[in-house]
């Protein structure tokens, strides 16, 4: 079963994510989890950097003059089911969750990974868009810095507008301009039922032309 992809509809363009649920699916449920519920609809890029990243996911940044934007995360308590397990899972009393250093993804220009404030466990519902190899940041390099990666842009076009918002203008690291994320949504595959298990007829399928889809 081909991964979800995330679609990030942002006031500077669309940004299409592969999330990372064969190899990280503890992480990757929690963020799935947190933009179908709309967690992150009408949030902000509250930190831009560039040549290194773009970060959001912080509820505090509905406002994007918002000074606690950086320090939020989701409630805690609250619960997601691992999608790849069928486990509930819990957050923490600080809304966080643990960290999986599992599968030895870098943090390459592209890639979407768990932000952090440099604690054990403490990612939550903030991310970061890497526009820069970045891999001083990997869980797995020598350095402090810890950040699993859980997607990457899904095409060229997505990497672009990662990019644009990286060179927007700044004040310590906030847009002048706001950049607005007006709503993720997560498509998930589903497997249609097996007819041989079933009891149902095969269906009929009628062959469409192959579409040359990008990679």
């Not at 592969?18 to 902000?44: C, K, M, R, W």
């Amino acid at each position: 079963m081909p991964n979800p992809i995330a679609t990030f509809d942002t006031s500077k363009g669309i940004i299409k994510c592969e999330i990372f649920l064969d190899q990280v699916p503890y992480t990757a449920s929690n963020f799935i989890d947190l933009a179908n519920s709309g967690f992150y609809n009408g949030l902000h890029f509250h930190r831009v950097i560039r040549n290194f990243m773009i970060q959001s996911g912080c509820p505090f940044s509905r406002d994007p003059k918002a000074r606690r934007s950086g320090t939020g995360g989701p409630k805690p308590g609250t619960t997601f089911k691992n999608l790849k397990s069928g486990a509930i899972e819990t957050r923490n009393d600080r809304g966080n969750i643990n960290d999986e250093f599992e599968a030895e993804i870098s943090n390459k220009k592209g890639t979407l990974s768990m932000a952090n404030t440099g604690d054990d466990n403490s990612g939550g519902s903030q991310f970061f868009m890497n526009v820069m190899n970045n891999e001083f940041l990997d869980w797995f390099s020598r350095g402090k810095s810890q950040h699993p990666v859980f997607g990457k842009a899904a095409d060229e076009a997505s990497f672009d507008v990662m990019l644009a918002i990286s060179k927007v203008a700044t004040v310590e690291d906030v847009p002048e301009v706001p950049v607005r994320i007006n709503s993720v949504t997560v498509a998930l595959a589903v497997a249609e039922p097996d007819p041989r298990s079933s009891g149902l007829s095969p269906k009929r399928v009628k062959k469409e032309p192959e579409s040359a889809d990008p990679a």
